[in-house]
């Protein structure tokens, strides 16, 4: 299943939006850390998720989830780097809680999957 094989099945629209507040948490997290340590394109990825969850357009937010510029390589979300290794770790932390929540939502796809293990092989324990 490729990156965008999701958008060809129907999202539960009432599961989705069930986890609504604990997805648009995450998202925050996530944008907080990529505007406090200037990234600002890749905040503005995550701005758009969070106001598409805002409007409750399942259908925006899947199209805007499932997208290279959230999971692709060099310049994605998922792919930002910091210099210190504590935001390293704290966004590392607060991506994997995003990942859950989706999953819980039962929105998923290959990549993030990938992205997962590997954050969580990355982070030291804590």
């Not at 925050?28 to 200037?38: G, P, Q, Y």
């Not at 598409?52 to 390589?73: I, R």
């Not at 607060?94 to 990549?111: G, S």
Request: aromatic content about 10%; charged content about 25%.
């Amino acid at each position: 299943m490729g990156i965008f094989s999701v958008l060809k099945r129907k999202p539960n629209a009432k599961l989705i939006l069930s986890k609504n507040e604990k997805i648009q948490e995450c998202l925050i997290a996530v944008k907080e850390i990529l505007v406090t340590n200037d990234h600002p394109a890749q905040a503005e990825v995550v701005q758009g998720l969070i106001e598409a969850l805002s409007e409750k357009d399942v259908k925006k937010f899947l199209a805007n989830f499932h997208t290279v510029d959230m999971w692709g390589g060099s310049g994605s979300v998922w792919e930002v780097g910091f210099n210190d290794n504590e935001t390293d770790y704290k966004y590392m932390k607060a991506m994997i809680w995003l990942i859950y929540a989706l999953e819980e939502a039962k929105i998923t796809n290959c990549k993030m999957r990938s992205v997962k293990k590997y954050f969580l092989k990355q982070l030291p324990l804590k």
